[in-house]
T-cell receptor, first 113, second 115 residues
């Protein structure tokens, strides 16, 4: 019940396209859903996060869509650029983020010219 | 965003020796710090959670006598890998969270290679 399932494992998108990564969870106590970006040999960096009281949150080219009834959330990267090539992790936490983060398995995104 | 540093960024040691990794929150007070371990092409695995001035809470399967965590101040936590062995070789990442929100800010990681 603590798992967060992430798909796809890897994704190749053409420059300028839309990258979509999906996550699903079971634990209904989760109420904070961040996305992290990680470059090789570096620590993860927070991209964007959402709480279940909204269905969508947008920051620049990054959008989180959240479906509470389906217990799913996704990251959309618009106008994908080669610099977006990285590994993306979704995560979830309970108690307004005060509990530990449960991470998804990660998606390796490659943007090709 | 808030900044977390780690030192060293990489370390090579001989089997049987101990290694200490420092994690510092540079511009905020991290009341809670977390230590993760990451193997190549895998997700982050939480090892332990520590609150300033308290004993760390270890995840199931993590040996607390092998991975010693100290969170002596609001800006510093240390992870000591005692009697390191080759299987302890990994990427160790810390994160800090302040009282002001739910966000965990991650350090740049420390790569440990045990020969």
């Amino acid at each position: 019940q603590q798992q967060v399932k992430q798909s796809p494992q890897s994704l190749i998108v053409q420059k300028g396209g839309i990258s979509i990564i999906n996550c699903a969870y079971e634990n209904t106590a989760f109420d904070y859903f961040p996305w992290y970006q990680q470059f090789p040999g570096k620590g993860p960096a927070l991209l964007i996060a959402i709480r279940p009281d909204v269905s969508e949150k947008k920051e620049g080219r990054f959008t989180i869509s959240f479906n509470k009834s389906a217990k799913q959330f996704s990251l959309h990267i618009m106008d994908s650029q080669p610099g977006d090539s990285a590994t993306y992790f979704c995560a979830a936490s309970a108690n307004f983020g005060n509990e530990k983060l449960t991470f998804g398995t990660g998606t390796r995104l490659t943007i090709i010219p | 965003g808030a900044v977390v540093s780690q030192h060293p960024s990489w370390v090579i040691c001989k089997s049987g020796t101990s290694v200490k990794i420092e994690c510092r929150s540079l511009d905020f007070q991290a009341t809670t710090m977390f230590w993760y371990r990451q193997f190549p092409k895998q997700s982050l695995m939480l090892m332990a959670t520590s609150n300033e001035g308290s004993k760390a809470t270890y995840e199931q399967g993590v040996e607390k006598d092998k991975f010693l965590i100290n969170h002596a101040s609001l800006t510093l936590s240390t992870l000591t890998v005692t009697s390191a062995h080759p299987e302890d070789s990994s990427f160790y990442i810390c994160s800090g969270r302040g009282d002001f929100g739910e966000t965990q800010y991650f350090g740049p990681g420390t790569r440990l290679l045990v020969l």
